[in-house]
């Protein structure tokens, strides 16, 4: 029901069905899928209700760090989002405090439990995303020993999640590969290491003052790690924002929406609204798009989007409004989103009253920006362990930085333990540095002059890291200054005596789909434009009518379509090609594919008067509290927590802390008069039983 | 700040002792200032409480000053408004040998005779009070029905919020470095901040109690330790009273838990030998030694999920119990230190008694009480409820 059946770019696997029931109905779900995506895929979105006041509950990181979706699966509260699904399992929604399941006689002998073993190792990475597997690679080269755990099934980290092509640069990082393949080619390189061991599904718990690090293995098992040299390489966890509504169901962020849909392959939305014009949600309404979910719109409350313009503008030409200049007001609905609420901001971005319109969303993906994942360098720091830390985990970038930086940060690895790696080209920190650089400066669109014979138009005009169109002309006739991969790159009409051949591959490599390729041979005056599309082949048919759009999405005419081709050396981009008139051919820069209706607002705007703006989801505290509190003058964040429970949830202060300081800074308190609160173990909720060496889950669920 | 402001009473610790002795004396009417080293109260030994408030202890001194501790802290709610999560549910001693069971057994007559309402319960009926209790080996144990528990970090705070409305004055970010002291007796305290003037010093300073001690030259025998503790997911409510677990094991003393007002269980473990000195960093031994006891004592808990540890310290005496008295030495310097771990449960009870004699107005039971107390005893004896 809202599973995807066919994507453009992600291979549908055949999966075998199971059945299981939620609240007695008898639903079906997919084996090895988890409970919170086979319930999603049944249109299941509220798992239960808050114990402290009736709030409705569902999913929200996706990610087993928060206890948001936490239902009970045959008498056992568990992370739906964590637990897979058992044939028969019985699932029920956890209403208020779940029951503590009792346990049969005799299933707790301690005879069954194991010691806690200690491992030691050379290096332990944790995280086996860019950042790590590159660190491993370079390590596993050089024989050092290394352990790299991961909390996911597989290695690749958000790669995993990424359907687009890649940005930066393709001597240094892949550029032009999609994320799903360039971690398959850094996971195949590091299972070619006899010396780097991987545990898979297994989390880091805490980082210890004797040196240790606890991590639990399989769900089921605990280990102490006893590393020379840990190596941080946990990624970014998402910010989050406080507004009316903002802990509904349906509002959620980029994490756990790329989950559900390029990973379990569920619809989790038909109407989906975007906040955050950053790279990550520009990207996350894209993959919405290619899985068939409508984009109702984004909002940025800033004037310009953060993200790269090619992402911006490859979204506005497929259809998406994009908001600038406006902030969300409220996510609005009783036990669900059903609608949100926006409004343009004025200078101070305060929302300005009589601005505000209404879309009917059932989704609202929160991309407000990322944070290092830091508390287990902090820790290890402070516990004088030797650390260092790569990727995102050290510095939030693209996740080609976050490929070179891991690459980097290896090498450092390998030589702190006395391997000798020679000198680290300072080539390479400069090029680490280019790969994490923010975009630069837009230019006006250059169109090419001639109006003859065949060429590409480059719609790029922006300064980002990325070079792949260099590397596949035959005749080497795209060019960008070779001591910086972000200035903009240029089109040579001939060069050696040989010109554009219309061999279509630029068009095709471009990540940021923003190169047309004009062939003016056969009718000048209507000529051929091809303009990549990564969508189902089928989307659009020969003598199909479209509207054609400029870089930004400004419609210029409806054409009729030509041709459709999908070839392999293309790799899943097809090419459709057009013919349009000479006058605006060569401006022409996509397809439109969503139909305005699709965002048109409400007649009138949705006013949200709960107050329930919510920092601390976890205990249910709301700002109106907080605030209050800051203007007795409150400056030390563990006496707020004390107070209203702030930060003492399952998800372990990762969701609030960050806006407990926003909070202080909107009541103009300085950061530096804020104290913040000490950082404590554990990383997730771990059952007791674990701890004991019980390993495996109670006996009791287990069997009927 | 400025200088030479004065008062009544300088106490130096805004913590279990600290702000409920400031309470006292607020409602006494004398002017009173507190001044920690820590950014707000509480922020040192209190919030690493685990919340147990019992009047179970082995002898008169701790038993009296409990009581009337345990009736501020479950009356609060009704006569200051403010919620304490104060849960009556009674302490329970276990016994799963005989050494265990002699112990506690010996204990009863004089906990009796100090006006405690406790009784020994064999196997069967203490399984009514703990049903999850493995019941394998179990001889019986106590149990102490008008003990209970309440949050440290709310209780501290609205004795801080009271203190503050009878006209407290909390002095945060500031250190105590030195005494004033003007014709042999206390005169205030110098900070890093400045110099306050008092003619009575209260030292509730918990782990830091020797060192500001040793300012006004007295050597007292405080020494911290550290225990690790945790709290767990909440769930509906399944245990009623505190477990302890007395048995000493391998790495372990005793240990103990409940299941507090919000859901979730608090646990802690003293580690053998102790853990002496001043660091609460975390350590890797602490979960698999307390799990493996208390899911072996509960196997239910063996799904319940642990939420986050810290370690906290405990300032020890020779004999397991608090120093309170006038000092010798120094005229005006109080004493209210060494708590051992209980600080939470005495600072009520104790900051009333500070405050009577403060003002001169002790009791014969106050005078007996001190005798215990008094950081001049000899310190031969052995807390046997530690």
Redesign the interface.
């Known amino acids: 029901m809202y599973r995807i059946e066919q994507h453009p770019i992600l291979p549908i696997p055949p999966r075998s069905k199971v059945s299981f029931t939620w609240k007695g109905r008898a639903l079906e779900a997919f084996e090895g899928e988890t409970l919170s995506s086979a319930l999603f895929a049944s249109g299941v979105r509220v798992f239960g209700h808050h114990?402290k006041d009736g709030a409705a509950q569902g999913i929200f990181c996706a990610n087993g760090q928060c206890?948001q979706c936490l239902v009970l699966a045959d008498g056992?509260?568990v992370k739906s989002c964590m637990e897979l699904v058992r044939p028969g399992v019985r699932v029920e929604p956890v209403e208020?405090?779940?029951?503590?399941?009792?346990?049969g006689p005799g299933?707790?002998g301690?005879g069954e439990?194991r010691p806690?073993e200690t491992v030691r190792v050379p290096v332990l990475i944790i995280g086996g995303g860019p950042a790590g597997l590159s660190a491993a690679i370079e390590l596993g080269r050089r024989g050092i020993e290394t352990l790299l755990v991961d909390d996911k099934h597989r290695l690749g980290g958000k790669l995993v999640l990424q359907t687009h092509r890649f940005f930066g640069s393709i001597n240094a990082v892949y550029a032009g590969t999609r994320g799903i393949d360039i971690a398959t080619r850094l996971e195949n390189e590091v299972r070619s290491f006899p010396g780097v061991r991987v545990w898979l599904q297994t989390t880091v718990l805490?980082v210890?003052?004797?040196g240790?690090v606890?991590l639990l293995v399989e769900g089921r098992k605990?280990v102490?790690v006893e590393p020379g040299i840990l190596l941080v390489t946990s990624g970014a966890r998402e910010k989050n924002l406080a507004f009316p509504g903002n802990t509904l169901p349906g509002v959620y962020g980029a994490g756990a929406f790329q989950t559900l849909v390029n990973r379990d392959l569920v619809k989790p939305t038909g109407r989906l609204f975007i906040v955050g014009g950053g790279n990550v949600g520009l990207i996350a309404g894209y993959h919405a798009l290619q899985a068939g979910i409508a984009v109702v719109g984004l909002v940025e409350v800033m004037a310009e989007c953060g993200g790269y313009k090619v992402h911006r503008d490859k979204l506005a030409r497929l259809g998406v409004p994009v908001y600038t200049s406006h902030t969300v007001v409220s996510a609005n609905g009783t036990d669900a989103v059903e609608s949100v609420t926006i409004a343009r901001v004025d200078e101070k971005f305060r929302p300005i009253e009589g601005s505000e319109r209404s879309f009917d969303c059932d989704t609202l993906l929160i991309a407000v920006g990322l944070d290092p994942v830091n508390e287990f360098t902090e820790k290890a720091r402070?516990?004088g362990l030797p650390a260092f830390a790569a990727g995102d985990a050290e510095e939030i970038a693209e996740a080609s930085a976050a490929i070179f930086s891991g690459k980097i940060r290896g090498l450092e690895v390998a030589r702190a333990l006395g391997c000798d790696v020679g000198e680290i080209s300072p080539d390479w920190y400069r090029t680490a540095d280019i790969l994490k650089s923010r975009p630069g400066a837009t230019v006006p669109e250059r169109t090419p002059g001639p109006e003859s014979g065949v060429f590409p138009v480059l719609h790029c005009n922006q300064e980002i890291p990325c070079d792949p169109c260099t590397g596949v002309c035959p005749n080497d006739l795209i060019e960008i200054d070779e001591s910086d991969i972000r200035l903009l790159p240029s089109f040579v009409a001939e060069k050696a005596g040989k010109g554009c051949t219309g061999c279509e591959k630029c068009v095709a490599i471009c990540p940021g789909l923003a190169i047309t390729l004009v062939d003016y041979r056969k009718d000048a005056d209507f000529p051929t434009v091809a303009i990549p599309f990564e969508f189902l082949k089928d989307t659009l048919k020969p003598g199909d009518r479209v509207v054609v759009e400029d870089t930004e999405g400004n419609a210029l005419g409806r054409v009729e379509v030509g041709a459709v081709k999908s070839l392999k050396a293309n790799d899943r981009t097809v090419l459709v090609k057009v013919r349009a008139p000479r006058e605006y051919a060569k401006r022409i820069a996509g397809i439109r594919i969503q139909p305005p209706e699709t965002a048109a607002p409400l007649d009138r705007y949705v006013e949200r008067t709960a107050d329930d703006t919510i920092i601390c989801r976890c205990e249910r505290v709301t700002a109106g509290e907080i605030r209050k509190l800051i203007r007795e003058g409150?400056?030390?964040i563990?006496?707020i927590?004390?107070?209203t429970?702030t930060s003492?949830g399952?998800c372990?202060a990762k969701t609030c802390t960050p806006l407990v300081h926003r909070l202080f800074r909107e009541e103009g308190v300085p950061d530096a008069e804020v104290?913040d609160q000490p950082k404590?173990?554990?990383f997730i909720?771990?059952?007791?039983?674990?701890?004991?060496?019980?390993e495996g889950?109670?006996e009791g669920h287990d069997r009927e | 700040m400025t200088a030479n402001k004065s008062f009544d009473v300088i106490v130096v610790g805004a913590g279990s002792v600290g702000a409920p002795a400031a309470l006292a004396l607020a409602e006494a009417g004398l002017e009173v200032l507190v001044v920690d080293q820590c950014?707000?109260?509480?922020?040192g030994s209190n919030?690493r409480a685990i919340g147990g408030l019992r009047a179970t202890h082995s002898d008169p001194a701790k038993i009296r000053i409990c009581l009337r501790s345990l009736e501020i802290f479950s009356t609060w709610k009704e006569r200051h408004g403010d919620d304490v999560e104060w849960h009556k549910g009674g302490y329970s001693y276990v016994a799963y040998r005989p050494e265990e069971e002699r112990t506690l057994k010996d204990l009863l007559t004089g906990q009796k005779a100090a006006g405690l309402n406790i009784d020994w319960h064999e196997a069967p009926s203490f399984l009514q009070i703990i049903p999850?209790l493995?019941p394998e080996g179990l001889i019986g144990g106590t149990f102490s029905p008008e003990d209970g528990n309440a949050s440290p970090?709310?209780a501290?705070?609205a004795f801080y919020r009271r203190a503050k409305t009878l006209g407290a004055r909390f002095f945060?970010n500031e250190r105590v470095t030195g005494l004033v002291v003007s014709g042999g007796r206390v005169a205030g305290v110098r900070t890093d901040k400045g110099e306050y003037g008092a003619p009575v010093v209260i030292n509730a300073a918990g782990p830091w109690g020797a060192e500001v001690a040793a300012m006004a030259g007295i050597d007292v025998p405080v020494r911290p330790d550290s225990h690790e503790a945790a709290?767990?997911?909440?769930?509906?409510r399944?245990l009623g009273p505190m477990v302890v677990d007395i048995r000493p094991v391998a790495g372990s003393a005793n240990y103990y838990f409940y299941q507090h007002a919000?859901?979730q269980v608090i646990f802690c473990i003293t580690p053998s030998p102790s853990l002496w000195g001043m660091?609460v960093?975390?350590?890797?031994?602490f979960?698999?030694m307390?799990?493996?006891r208390?899911?072996?004592l509960i196997?239910?808990?063996?799904?319940?999920?642990?939420?986050?540890?810290?370690r906290g310290l405990y300032p020890m005496t020779p004999d397991g119990f608090p120093i309170v008295g006038w000092a010798r030495e120094l005229e005006g310097y109080m004493l209210a230190v060494g708590m051992c771990g209980q600080g939470f449960m005495l600072g009520p009870g104790l900051g009333e008694l500070i405050g009577r004699m403060i003002q001169g107005k002790t009791s014969e039971d106050d005078r007996e009480t001190l005798t215990y107390l008094s950081p001049y005893r000899e310190f031969k004896g052995q807390e046997k409820l530690k």
């Open positions: 114990a206890a056992v509260p208020g405090l779940p029951e503590l399941p009792p346990v299933a707790a301690l439990a806690i805490a210890y003052s004797d240790k606890g605990y102490l402070e516990f409150l400056r030390d563990s006496e927590k004390a107070i429970r003492m399952s372990g104290v404590r173990p554990l909720e771990v059952p007791l039983g674990i701890f004991a060496g019980l889950k109670d | 950014p707000s109260v509480g922020q919030k999850d493995n970090l709310l501290i705070h945060f709290v767990t997911e909440a769930v509906a399944f919000t859901g660091d960093r975390e350590t890797s031994s979960l698999p307390v799990a493996s208390m899911v072996d196997p239910r808990l063996r799904n319940l999920r642990v939420r986050r540890t810290w």
